[in-house]
């Protein structure tokens, strides 16, 4: 076996399997698939997305920091507002994106593969990009899953000439089994193959870039792009049971606050149910106020934070749109990569195949408020590309979309897999609670009694009627250290899927 994959589509996860067939290493493969991605998951992700990558190989794990960054380096000011558009997940759940020029920040995606690629790559760029490039030119059936997230999204793709005749060419959004094609991209791609990142940074797509979004009133200049560097960072590390949890330190806040809720976890017994989940969620939540948000940008957070006498189980008593993909080698190593374009700002830059994020117009992202985040500056993100280490061999590689659920998804399938013992599939579709602004949501099969029990502690619990993207999609590898056998979990809420190599 040459490896697994594990990724949001299953012509995302076959591309990067292929790629493990063919002799290349992990990362190879998730750069591919993740190109893969930008043609058969572009709602979610592209070249105008940010993101992360966590390598772990030969005992060493790194994070490349690629995420969206502030725009306003150029000195230009706002000639729009952000526009409000309400997604609706289902009938009980909406929540409102901030879309248009205004909303969008600098994209890393092209500089961030780049360079995770030639850290650790073993494999020519302008071979891992032809899976995308077939996709996006000869077209793929829009799945189920995918399907559902262009409806959701259709108040945001049909507001602006690009996304609207991209994902409605006929008149109509696309639906369940139609040909979906996106030819501009595909000539993204062949171009990115050709010369890597430069033409996005600083060359002719970065300058159509920053002229668009200027002209419609939007902050991404041309010296925000060409500044734009990926970053290495220190990862997070915390014991959980036997095991030890690698995770995106700051600025990104989701994997502090994993970090934080396992070691609450820890203290609070040997079983995680759902009662102890709630209560770390809850102090995890308690935790992120205004001091939390400033404080992502400066040193000492992580020790303060996860320090075991700052671990307050007083708090117990209380989309977004995104792609992940794992990958595990025959050598053990493994890549994560999380991608994201939020909920997308509707803005298809003419000619470039190029959809830019709203990060700027994501509540969740800007505790502080709008347009607070300085120049420059990364964008925080839930977004958290995690290993698990047992002995200081790779036990499991995993990541999650979902927006502010990211956090909670990730944790509860760490959990599952971790000390309640279940395999990384089963971990991955078991039911999952989300708790925030002071509600409990549960997907069917959350344990009754315990619901119950936070009832009746005056919590209130919404019982979804059905498993839904709402609560993530994540995406898990597994390696059994003294086996070596390798399986993956593919989310069902994402149209996840695993492929073996």
Known sequence: ???????????????????????????????????????????????????????????????????????????GERGAELVPVPVHFDAETVQTFYVGPVSCGVPGTAAGLEEALRRFGSMPLAELVRPGVRLAREGAPVNAEQAYILDILEPIHARLAGTRELYAPAGRTLREGELFRFEELAQALERFGAEGAEPFCRGEIAAALSEYVGEHGG???????????????????????????????????????????LGLLERLGERSGPEQLVAAMGAANAARGEAFA?????????????????????????LGSTTHISVIDREGMCANVTCS?????????????????????????????????????????????????????????????GSNRIRSAILQTIVRAVEQGMAAAEAVRAPRLHFEQGVVQAEPGIDEEALARLEARGIPVLRRPAINLFFGGTQAVARDPATGELVGGGDPRRGGAVAMA
């Open 1 to 75: 076996m040459s490896g697994v994959v594990a990724a949001g589509h299953p012509l995302t996860a076959e591309a990067g399997a292929q790629v493990l067939r063919e002799g290349g290493n992990a990362v190879d493969a998730a750069v591919c698939a993740a190109l893969a991605s930008f043609a058969v998951e572009s709602p979610l992700t592209g070249f105008g997305a940010g993101g992360f990558m966590m390598v772990h190989r030969a005992g060493e794990t790194t994070l490349l920091d690629f995420f969206v960054a502030a725009p306003g380096g150029d000195g």
């Open 219 to 261: 902050t991404l200049g041309a010296k925000d792009l060409a500044d734009y560097e990926t970053i290495e960072r220190r990862p997070i590390r915390i014991g959980f049971r036997d095991t030890e949890v690698v995770t995106n330190p700051p600025p990104s806040s989701g994997g502090i606050l994993i970090a934080y809720c």
């Open 294 to 318: 400033e404080a992502l940008y400066g040193e000492g957070l992580e020790a303060s934070l996860l320090d075991s006498g700052a671990l307050d189980l007083s708090a117990g008593d209380l």
């Open 341 to 401: 374009n939020g909920s997308g700002s509707g803005v298809l830059v003419p000619g470039t195949g190029v959809i830019l994020n709203n990060m700027l117009g994501e509540e969740d992202l800007n505790p502080l408020g709008f347009h607070a985040i300085a120049p420059g500056r990364r964008v925080p993100s839930m977004m958290a590309p995690t290993v698990v280490l047992r002995d200081g061999q790779i036990a499991m590689g995993i990541g999650s979309a």
